[in-house]
């Protein structure tokens, strides 16, 4: 799951995921990551995790890192949040085999349509809740498909 920053959107995408393969039994290995490194080390941001929390997930163990080119290698799908993440992993890319990995993740719920998860960062309250009913559908389906490829 990667976003900018690595401590608003993409933390909560790891976090639900991790959470919903841990219950459905599925051996998943979930990690997040920015494009950006400002934030390395960095605990999600207080009202992500506020509102994650709310609804049931925690996160607070997780930790900002930088995307980095050996996540092609490590990962099987990669999830960008908008259209800026995914054009700054894609340039990242070396093979075909790499860009192929790399997906919007909006697009599992509405395909082809390209929608992007709004950075919450500068808003208010409302920005956190739309961005976890967004992540929250998206990971469920995520995780249907998986199952279903099983
Ligand atoms: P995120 O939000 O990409 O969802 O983690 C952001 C957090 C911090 C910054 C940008 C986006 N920042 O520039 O500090």
Redesign the pocket.
């Known amino acids: 799951m990667v976003?900018?920053?690595?401590?608003?959107?993409?933390p909560l995408a790891d976090g639900l995921l991790r959470d919903k393969a841990k219950k459905e039994g599925l051996n998943l290995k979930v990690d997040s990551a920015?494009t950006i490194g400002?934030?390395a080390g960095d605990s999600p941001d207080s009202r992500m995790q506020a509102t994650a929390l709310k609804f049931g997930t925690d996160l607070s163990q997780l930790r900002s890192r930088q995307f980095k080119v050996n996540d092609f290698q490590d990962f099987d799908l990669i999830y960008a949040?908008d259209k800026s993440n995914y054009q700054n992993i894609l340039s990242l890319a070396k093979t075909e085999i790499e860009r192929a990995k790399v997906r919007l993740i909006l697009n599992e719920l509405t395909p082809g349509k390209d929608m992007e998860v709004p950075?919450p960062?500068y808003g208010g309250e409302q920005g956190f809740i739309d961005v976890y009913n967004m992540l929250d559908q998206a990971t469920d389906k995520i995780i249907s498909k998986l199952k279903d490829d099983e």
């Open positions: 976003c900018l920053g690595n401590i608003c959107r993409s920015g400002i934030h949040m950075d960062y």
